[in-house]
Antibody, heavy 125, light 112 residues
Framework: QLHLHESGPGLVKPSETLSLTCTVS??????????WGWIRQPPGKGLEWIGS???????YYHPSLKSRVTISVDTSTNQFSLKLSSVTAADTAVYYC?????????????????WGQGTLVTVSS | DVVMTQSPLSLPVTLGQPASISCRSS???????????LNWFQQRPGQSPRRLIY???NRDSGVPDRFSGSGSGTDFTLKISRVEAEDVGVYYC?????????FGQGTKVEIK
C-alpha cells in the first residue's frame, strides 16, 4: 500500500529557504506511470499546486512560484524534495506531497489519488 | 490561470438528505483528447484530501456510491444522495486540464 511521508523543519525564518522531503514507501518512485507533486494549503484556506516531478527529473512548476521553487528526486532513496527560497509569511502552510498520473506527453492530470499526511511549515522570525 | 468557483461555500445538510455542490471553471475543461479532467476531493477535519471522483464522473475505489459527479465544459456538480455523518468536511473541485492545475475555494459540508 502506498505511503507518502513529508519531513522537514516546521519553522523557517523569513528570507530563508524552506526544505522538505517526501519519502515514498509501498511503491517505486521510478515508476513510469506516475508523477510526484507538492501541494500546499495555508491555514484555513484552499489548496495550491506547487509543482511536480517525474523520476527522470522532468519538472513542472507553478508559474507564480517558479523563480523560487526547486523540486528534485532521488531514486536511490525513493524520495523527492521541495526547496522554496526567500520565504515570507505568505508561505506558511501545510505542505503535502502526492502521487498523480499524467496523460502521456501532456501536462494534464486526473489528480492525486495518494497524499501524504501533510506537514505544517510556519515562516516566522 | 483557470479559476474554479464553487457554490455554496457552506452547506448545512440534514442527515439522510441529499446535497449538491456546484463547480464552475473560467474556461472549458475539455482537453484535446476528448476527456475532461475535472476531479473532486474530500477533506475531512484534520485529514489530508482524498480523491473521490476523477474525470467528471468516475468514482475512486472505495468511494460510496452515494457520491456522484456530473457536468461538462465549464459546469460541474458533485452530489451526495443521502448525507451521512462521515461526509462532514470540505469538498474541493480541481481542474487538471490546464497548467497550472487549480482548485476551487472549497465547500464546507456540515450537519444541521
Amino acid at each position: 500500500q502506498l505511503h507518502l511521508h513529508e519531513s522537514g523543519p516546521g519553522l523557517v525564518k523569513p528570507s530563508e529557504t524552506l526544505s522538505l522531503t517526501c519519502t515514498v514507501s509501498g511503491g517505486s518512485i521510478s515508476s513510469s506511470t506516475y508523477y510526484w507533486g507538492w501541494i500546499r494549503q495555508p491555514p484555513g484556506k484552499g489548496l495550491e499546486w506547487i509543482g511536480s516531478i517525474y523520476y527522470s527529473g522532468s519538472t513542472y512548476y507553478h508559474p507564480s512560484l517558479k523563480s523560487r521553487v526547486t523540486i528534485s528526486v532521488d531514486t536511490s532513496t525513493n524520495q523527492f524534495s521541495l526547496k522554496l527560497s526567500s520565504v515570507t509569511a505568505a508561505d506558511t502552510a501545510v505542505y503535502y506531497c502526492a502521487r498523480h498520473g499524467l496523460v502521456t506527453g501532456t501536462v494534464t492530470t486526473w489528480g492525486p489519488a495518494g497524499w501524504g499526511q501533510g506537514t505544517l511549515v510556519t515562516v516566522s522570525s | 490561470d483557470v479559476v474554479m468557483t464553487q457554490s455554496p461555500l457552506s452547506l448545512p445538510v440534514t442527515l439522510g438528505q441529499p446535497a449538491s455542490i456546484s463547480c464552475r471553471s473560467s474556461q472549458s475543461l475539455v482537453y484535446s483528447d476528448g476527456n475532461t479532467y475535472l476531479n473532486w476531493f474530500q477533506q475531512r477535519p484534520g485529514q489530508s484530501p482524498r480523491r473521490l471522483i476523477y474525470k467528471v464522473s468516475n468514482r475512486d475505489s472505495g468511494v460510496p456510491d452515494r457520491f456522484s459527479g456530473s457536468g461538462s465544459g465549464t459546469d460541474f456538480t458533485l452530489k451526495i444522495s443521502r448525507v451521512e455523518a462521515e461526509d462532514v468536511g470540505v469538498y474541493y473541485c480541481m481542474q487538471g486540464t490546464h497548467w497550472p492545475w487549480t482548485f476551487g475555494q472549497g465547500t464546507k459540508v456540515e450537519i444541521k
